[in-house]
């Protein structure tokens, strides 16, 4: 692992030994260069740019780590306009004990996603926290978990025992949890910005002598509660949660969306039984010459109206529950316009989770790699039916990787089930698709399929025999998918590239695929917790939520950069080891929920860590 109190190039070292045949092709598919060419030009490489850019970004980023407790918190100050919540100490403490990176932008998700609540007053924040279905409780450094559900389910069990390796240094708090793969909070983009500019109105640096650093705590709000509760009269907050499987979920994200977006004004599909609107036209403005420059706007589906029609979050998601009150509520991931706080995903947490992470072994040597890419998992991703599957986004990136699929829409301009397009050739001057090989390119290297094909409704499934194994598939997507053998994970790690694609939330594989000496190959329309410290082009690299960019990537890559695509596994990996661990998530989880509790708070202008003023202002 690189040491980041080195010299910054020993960080970030190249392996530079030729890979490549004396014709310029990748050993073992036998295609030669795709870019006719493309070493005659001084022109370079649009993932050359991006690298470059990115690695120069993130050396500088890394120019700002805070090493003493007077830096963090001036920097913290500089950043956040207003003190440090009470208990910054302790915290910081804690980060420089277990070696921890302090970067204080790594911290910006926190802030994006408190910063709202200070646009409501903390009786009422405390009063729609209470009685959610899942709650966390922290009371006196204790940790209880409070549920309506007959077991409490992986998640908030999860969740609760990191909280208790916390709990004796933050103060009583209740914890409601998203226990759901979909995120539910979606507050109207108008009402977000009153109460965001209401944060900003409030920014201040109490002056030493009024700050105080003890916190109210609960304990007037639990007596209030029994004493309600046995008068039979509690005052219950109402999320008004919207269900049901007829409802449109784009109808109600689009209010998220900023006034003048695309996606504002343009309402759901009436019905999903009509051709895919593929993008088409210019690559997006968040793209530099094709490929993701830009990934947080690359997420953003208030300006990709297309993804209504292209992602099963919009298609028709397997479950649903949403607000557009703004209510505290916690969970794993969400879409940038959700108002929900992040915290790690529960399958981050868990070891013992095989499925997601292949065990401690995250793969051998680099040069001991397949030239190939591979994907296993099941169509999931919304409710797949006979009139929209061809819509959701996990089978058109199925399809977008598979050669016979791939080779009949060079036939005939569109794939055999219609799940894609193919972009023009001279987008991403492709020689193979101008040859009409592309299909044949494809098969070459990728590996991909899924192991079990949901069905909507359950009869529609075709059972058959393999052996002793029963098999299912089901019907009306049987002529265009079959069945792909399982591959463990731990086998994945075998193939030097692995794409990472959103099922009905974010993928809980990513972590994995981060501290592998594979190369992940990421595309969301979800944030996590850890997006302000990972970097695209340096930890991983960005591919398009269309996925019309996969095969130039594939191509650069493939054909003479395999020094490139190792640099960035080894460098992620060495990352993903020093600010993915177990206690960064801690450490993360930790400081939100100092600001949580200070936000909640009656006294929260007047609290404030500022014990490193006392010398400076007395």
Not at 111 to 117: K, R, V
Not at 267 to 296: E, I, K, M, Q, W
Not at 430 to 441: A, D, H, I, Y
């Amino acid at each position: 692992m690189f040491s980041l109190n080195g010299p910054i190039h020993n960080a970030f070292g190249w392996n530079q030994q030729k890979e490549t045949s004396d014709d310029g092709s990748r050993p073992g598919h036998g295609f030669g260069r795709s870019r006719p060419g493309a070493n005659d030009t001084n022109e370079s490489h649009p993932i050359d740019d991006l690298i470059d850019e990115a690695q120069s970004a993130f050396r500088q980023l890394l120019g700002k780590r805070s090493v003493t407790l007077e830096q963090a918190a001036w920097r913290y100050r500089e950043r956040r306009g207003r003190h440090p919540p009470p208990g910054f100490d302790a915290w910081f403490a804690a980060a420089v004990a277990s070696d921890a990176v302090v970067v204080e932008e790594f911290f910006d998700r926190i802030h994006h996603d408190i910063n709202p609540l200070w646009g409501l007053e903390p009786a009422d924040l405390r009063r729609r926290t209470g009685h959610q279905a899942s709650v966390i409780r922290v009371r006196a450094g204790n940790v209880q978990i409070d549920t309506d559900l007959e077991e409490p389910p992986h998640r908030l069990r999860q969740w609760a025992k990191l909280v208790a390796e916390m709990s004796p240094h933050i103060p009583d708090l209740d914890m409601p949890v998203n226990t759901m793969d979909e995120s539910r909070v979606l507050v109207p983009w108008e009402q977000v910005d009153e109460y965001v500019a209401a944060e900003k109105r409030s920014r201040l640096f109490q002056p030493v002598h009024d700050a105080i650093s003890e916190y109210s705590g609960l304990a007037a709000d639990d007596a209030a509660a029994e004493a309600a509760a046995a008068a039979a009269a509690a005052d219950k907050y109402d999320p008004h949660w919207i269900g049901g499987e007829v409802t449109k979920y784009w109808d109600h994200f689009r209010v998220a969306c900023p006034p003048g977006s695309p996606a504002r004004n343009l309402s759901a599909l009436s019905s999903f039984n009509v051709p895919v609107d593929y993008p088409s036209g210019p690559p997006p403005g968040y793209t530099y010459r094709g490929y993701v420059r830009n990934f947080t706007a690359s997420q953003d589906a208030c300006f990709q109206p297309h993804l209504r029609g292209m992602h099963g979050t919009f298609v028709e998601s397997i479950s649903m529950s949403t607000t557009h009150d703004m209510v505290p509520l916690f969970g794993e991931c969400k879409l940038p316009q959700n108002n929900e706080l992040l915290i790690p995903g529960a399958v981050y947490l868990d070891d013992d989770l095989t499925t997601y992470s292949g065990g401690k072994a995250r793969g051998g040597p680099w040069r001991q790699k397949k030239d190939g890419l591979v994907w296993r998992g099941v169509s999931s991703g919304a409710r797949n039916k006979r009139h929209n599957w061809w819509h959701i986004h996990r089978h058109r990136f199925v399809q977008m990787l598979n050669g016979t699929a791939i080779s009949a829409a060079e036939v005939n301009g569109t794939s055999q089930a219609k799940t894609f397009s193919l972009v023009p050739p001279d987008v991403y001057d492709l020689g193979v698709q101008v040859q009409g090989r592309l299909g044949e390119w494809v098969s070459s290297f990728a590996d991909v399929g899924f192991v079990d094909i949901l069905c909507d409704p359950p009869d529609f499934y075709h059972h058959w025999w393999k052996g002793k194994q029963r098999q299912k598939t089901c019907r009306f997507v049987a002529p265009y998918y079959s069945v792909a053998d399982e591959l463990p994970m731990a086998k994945q790690y075998a193939f030097k590239f692995l794409p990472d694609v959103d099922g009905n939330s974010f993928s809980g594989r990513y972590r994995a695929f981060l501290l592998s000496t594979s190369l992940p190959l990421k595309s969301t329309i979800y944030a996590e917790w850890h997006d302000s410290r990972l970097f695209p082009w340096v930890h991983f690299v960005p591919f398009d939520n269309s996925y019309m960019d996969i095969y130039g990537i594939m191509d650069y890559f493939l054909d003479g950069h395999d020094a490139e695509a190792e640099r960035i596994a080894d460098e992620g990996k060495a990352w993903a080891e020093s600010v993915l661990r177990r206690e960064d998530m801690r450490l993360y989880v930790w400081r939100l929920l100092l600001e949580y509790a200070r936000v909640m708070d009656d006294n929260r202008d007047r609290l404030a860590f500022v014990d490193d003023w006392r010398g400076l202002t007395n």
